[in-house]
């Protein structure tokens, strides 16, 4: 392999990772939203812990981007990080205003997944239009 191709195999993985990463997290969520009784505090703390994770992923990431992909990657980090201003709230909260909060950190993971995907998307099309024919 040569070192062009390792750098966009690494640069792919590291996507790969991020959008890995985020799939679990929202599914997480989902999953603890729709539960009987709905999420607890104990799985907002952990929502918390992985929303934090997985935004340090993205943008981490981010500087290995091309342009098109930087952008979806961008986005995906400012929902990520919506979500984790409404896992915080969701942790001061009770009753109403915690599910409202579950409901809004749902709502952003599910778009920060669909982000990270559209980079993945960018990415993979970039690196096949520049592949010889």
């Known amino acids: 392999m040569q070192c062009g191709e390792e750098v966009k195999t690494k640069v792919k993985d590291t996507l790969d990772h991020v959008r890995e990463a985020a799939q679990e997290f929202h599914g997480r969520i989902s999953d603890a939203a729709a539960k009987r009784g709905g999420a607890t505090k104990a799985d907002l703390e952990a929502f918390a812990q992985k929303a934090k994770a997985v ?30 201003k409404h896992v915080a709230e969701g942790l001061k909260s009770s009753g109403q205003a915690f599910q409202t909060s579950i ?31």
Do not use: F
């Open 55 to 84: 935004t340090d992923s993205a943008k981490g990431s981010l500087a290995t981007q091309h342009e098109a992909s930087k952008k979806h990657l961008s986005e995906a980090v400012s929902k990520l990080e919506a979500t984790q």
């Open 103 to 133: 409901n809004h950190a749902l709502a952003d993971a599910r778009a920060s997944v669909q982000k990270v995907s559209e980079a993945v998307a960018e990415k993979r099309s970039a690196i096949s239009t520049k592949k010889p024919k």
